[in-house]
């Protein structure tokens, strides 16, 4: 009889910790958070396109077809295992737990975040930044970046023009400097920024023979350049005073230098979509490439757009437009998808596969953002068919994150022409997905594809550049101090306020400091296993990855305090949203000689490069109250976007 009634209560005790587990860990009553983050995901080995690879369930996997319409229009996909039940693997490997349950990540971070762990981190941020832009200046300026290893300067490889991977980049023009203006006034660092500012007017020239990709000199240089004339313009100054004396828009004069350089690859094309790469000085070399990815040349709009605006110079915004709309001419009739690379004189395209990472993320990225810059109806027009058809192809799994059945929603690399599934794995770039999901409040979807994300990085203590989900293994295994998953985790927070995202920060800046710290700066990790490392540290290290870490814990900055409306561009430059922005100054221009393009939508093509500055203090008309966000999301987060636009 004892043993009987030592079983019984063993049997009562596991039932009463099961309880506790049950309410605490978010299957019973709220515990008052946005959401709960059962993170260790049940996921179906799955097959590949090839057909190789471990069997899933008779059906096939999720992952593995387009997702079915059912009779209401609601999103249907194959069934796979019951509620609460684990396939055979499940990325509770990649966090560290091996049960279908909460595991240890989830009661670490269902707690709250206290305001000295959250100052500390803000802090130890900073300091991040601190030690890399210290470490550049001193051993690296006037070079384009810091070699952190040895502690020495970076410039364009003179010797290798092939050398895409460094000279696409580096213009001889000390871009890291220029690339970290804003974050020296976000952190608040006037002096600095001061003296950044007067070096870089003083120093720095693109009168130089260096061949760039446009689109890395676009938004690293060109919008780094117009952000921080905009800080320094700001009547407002709600950084700290950011004024420069006698300043004269010497960097909004830099800024139309570089972009009057840059204007000869959108010349003698048949699409109107740019050449990849120009010369500074000679325009388009002759051997150039007729080849170019989405996102390079579709992704010029914003900079283009806000130079264009400032001036009072149609060129750049008409000729960045025409490039978007050439490429979105050229989606699929069926799918409404578009490919990855195209041939700018044919139309042709070279590169048909459709996602969310490399050559196409900043494109949708894009649409969204010129349209809440600049409020033209035909880029919320454009985006919203976008991400319909994203919903439609590019999306698998079953349809709510946390509950139903099948497998947890990811999206995935398809053929844009018939949507089929070609490869299984996902890039690092695709981790700034959900942050643009939180723009348009689908901030659901958003916490669930970010803990993907996460859970690779918990793995690693990084993000390798790609990663197969089908063989839950690095594909590609560097890691270039990315800043995706950060500027997501920081959207997140800002929307949810949940101190998930807190922790999930301390996370990566404690990976970032164990694993890439180094004697003078922060390096590339060239093994995301082995953590050996590269000798580079990339300008955008400290225009978004440092400086999205400082946001996440700074809650008093005045990003969030002080009632101007801020958008970030696809480098992290810091733009404030305002009316002025959606007018057209080039109005008042137009005459019997302008033309109307393709939509008979009328359009004025300037004679000249005058240029015309337009003062930071002028008003401007009140934007029309039609303006508004068509996609059916939820009303909080819709009023949220409608506000910060100015549009109630």
Not at 344 to 368: M, N, P
Not at 484 to 509: C, R, W
Request: hydrophobic share 35%; aromatic share 12%; proline share 6%.
């Amino acid at each position: 009889m004892q043993w009987r009634a030592l079983v019984l209560g063993l049997v009562l005790l596991r039932l009463g910790l099961h309880a506790v587990l049950w309410l605490v860990f978010g299957l019973g009553p709220s515990m008052g958070f946005y959401q709960r983050f059962p993170l260790s995901f049940g996921f179906q080995r799955l097959r590949g396109p090839d057909g190789s690879g471990p069997v899933g369930p008779p059906e096939g996997p999720a992952w593995l077809h387009r997702p079915r319409h059912g009779t209401e229009g609601r999103l249907e996909t194959p069934r796979g295992p019951g509620p609460g039940m684990c396939g055979p693997a499940h990325w509770g490997y990649a966090l560290g737990g091996r049960g279908c349950g909460p595991d240890e990540y989830e009661r670490r971070y269902s707690g709250a975040f206290p305001p000295q762990l959250r100052a500390q981190m803000r802090d130890l941020a900073r300091g991040m930044f601190v030690f890399g832009y210290d470490n550049y200046m001193a051993h690296a300026f006037p070079q384009d970046e810091l070699n952190p290893i040895y502690c020495r300067g970076r410039g364009p490889d003179r010797g290798d023009p092939s050398n895409l991977n460094i000279n696409d980049v580096l213009g001889n023009y000390s871009l890291t400097l220029v690339d970290a203006l804003d974050t020296l006034a976000i952190m608040g660092n006037s002096s600095e920024f001061q003296k950044a500012v007067k070096l870089v007017i003083n120093t720095v020239s693109f009168d130089k023979d260096s061949t760039v990709q446009v689109f890395e000199a676009t938004i690293r240089v060109l919008g780094s350049l117009l952000s921080a004339h905009r800080i320094i313009t700001d009547s407002r100054q709600p950084f700290g005073d950011m004024t420069i004396e006698d300043y004269d828009n010497e960097l909004l004069y830099m800024a139309h230098d570089l972009a009057v350089r840059l204007l000869p690859a959108f010349e003698n094309t048949k699409t109107g979509i740019p050449y990849p790469r120009v010369n500074l000085k000679t325009g388009v070399p002759p051997d150039s490439n007729n080849e170019t990815c989405t996102a390079g040349a579709g992704s010029l709009l914003v900079e283009f757009g806000i130079l264009s605006r400032l001036l009072g110079d149609s060129t750049f915004e008409w000729v960045a437009r025409r490039a978007v709309k050439a490429l979105w001419n050229l989606r699929s009739n069926n799918t409404g998808l578009l490919g990855n690379v195209v041939n700018i004189q044919t139309g042709h395209w070279v590169g048909k596969q459709s996602g969310l990472g490399a050559g196409l993320d900043s494109f949708y990225e894009y649409l969204l953002k010129s349209y809440i810059l600049f409020g033209e109806k035909e880029d919320l027009e454009m985006f919203n068919a976008a991400y319909q058809s994203i919903q439609s192809y590019l999306r698998r799994g079953r349809e709510a994150c946390n509950e139903g059945e099948g497998d947890p929603p990811l999206y995935v690399n398809v053929n844009m022409f018939s949507g089929q599934l070609m490869n299984t794995w996902i890039d690092s770039l695709q981790a700034f997905f959900p942050g643009l999901q939180v723009l348009i409040g689908d901030v659901e979807d958003a916490i669930c594809l970010h803990a993907f994300y996460y859970a690779i990085w918990k793995r690693y203590g990084a993000l390798p550049e790609r990663y197969n989900w089908q063989l839950q293994a690095p594909d590609v295994l560097f890691y270039p101090l990315r800043p995706e998953l950060v500027e997501s985790t920081y959207l997140l927070y800002q929307a949810t306020k949940n101190p998930f995202y807190l922790h999930v920060g301390m996370d990566i800046l404690q990976s970032l400091e164990k694993y890439t710290k180094v004697k003078c700066g922060y390096a590339t990790l060239h093994h995301v296993i082995d953590k050996s490392k590269e000798d580079r540290m990339e300008s955008f290290f400290l225009s978004e990855t440092c400086k999205y870490l400082y946001l996440l814990f700074d809650e008093e900055n005045p990003v969030h305090k002080s009632g101007t409306r801020y958008m970030f561009t696809t480098e992290g430059h810091i733009i404030s949203v305002d009316k002025r922005l959606r007018e057209l100054p080039w109005k008042e221009f137009f005459s019997e000689d302008g033309e109307r393009d393709q939509e008979e939508k009328f359009v004025h093509r300037p004679k000249s490069q005058e240029l015309k500055i337009i003062n930071s203090s002028s008003n401007c008309n009140r934007v029309p109250d039609e303006r508004r966000y068509s996609l059916p999301l939820k009303s909080i987060y819709m009023r949220q976007i409608d506000q910060m636009v100015g549009l109630i």
